[in-house]
């Protein structure tokens, strides 16, 4: 049984730096929304349009990104977003066990009427709860935004459509004239759950592998050293897979080749029910990578699997004497 006076030392320890992570991804998500509400639909298809060789490093066309959900959507790939999610997940991490080794906390931990397992998993809990929290928290922020925001769109009839280019152009006969929209009324939060429970399952795969190498060393620097290069390691395979097809056969060995959270979006906004596949397929039956579903499963087995083996690895280890 998970001993609670553990529980609330750890949320004591890691409370700072989830509230600085969350009120991060909190603000920045509200302040996405509120610039991509001012950037017009036309203008940000006549600034990707000088970028079109660069469409095949993103998961969606250029068609699909300019679109609001896919604009918004967009904000589950920055880097700030990234890194706040592995900072936590590093950090909590890799102190399960080489952390608490490097201090020279764990003998007198242990020497309390506590097991090894009781440690380890009082830890972990912590780690995986905030791991889940953080996506929500910027998903709050994304929705505070669309329901605060306004757009501005032309007033019908003042654009038409030109069914060979399957595009919307002015009128030159009419004076174009804006009216202003709520967001709400384009966009619902409930689009950008995709992209909340991949965050979170990635957050957890990278939590599972520092609990991994945490119980199998003693030094926590030399642990997020090893899970950060891991995880750059992983981010060059993608950037090298991507870039030219040759090199398409690298995504196999890097678990971001499935984090695709804005190609998770755009499923919601056309089918629903795509989010629910373990496959994909081509147009002629061929397998063509994991669904959204399979995804979501192989980031999480690889968390979870990664905690189990930690902590068989922990109750089991002669650990070292403090230094």
Known sequence: MIQ?????????????????????????????VWVTARIDADGMRDLLENFRDFEKFLPVSFDELITYSGRIGQFYNEPTVL?????????????????????????????????????????????????????????????AGIARSVIEEPVPGTTII?????????????????????????????????????LASLGICFAGIAMLLSSLDRFRRRTIGLVTGFFM?????????????????????????????????IYWTKDPSLLWQLGLYDAEGRYAGLGPLGAHL??????????????????????PAPV
């Open 162 to 198: 030109v069914p060979l280019l399957d595009m919307e152009v002015r009128n030159p006969f009419v004076e174009r004239r804006l009216v202003e929209v709520p967001l709400s009324e384009r966009v619902t939060p409930q689009e950008f759950f995709p992209a909340v429970t991949i």
């Open 83 to 143: 890194v706040c999610m592995l900072a936590w997940v590093i950090a909590r991490g890799s102190d399960v066990v080489s952390g608490q080794l490097d201090r020279g906390t764990l003998e007198m931990v242990l020497a309390q009427p506590v097991s090894r397992l009781q440690v380890f998993w009082s830890h972990a809990i912590v780690t995986i709860v905030g791991a889940l929290l953080l996506p929500l928290v910027a998903w709050c922020g994304i929705s």
């Open 298 to 319: 192989l980031m999480l087995g690889i968390g979870i699997t990664s905690m189990l083996a930690a902590a068989y690895i922990f109750k089991r280890r002669d650990l």
């Open 4 to 32: 609670l006076e553990l529980v609330r030392r750890n949320i004591r320890e890691g409370w700072w730096l989830w509230f600085w992570c969350a009120l991060t991804l909190g603000a920045l998500g509200w302040l996405h």
């Open 233 to 265: 390691f992983q981010f060059i395979l993608r950037l090298a897979a991507l870039s030219h097809s040759s090199l398409n056969w690298l995504l196999n060995f890097t678990v971001l080749s499935v984090y695709d959270p804005n190609k998770f979006v």
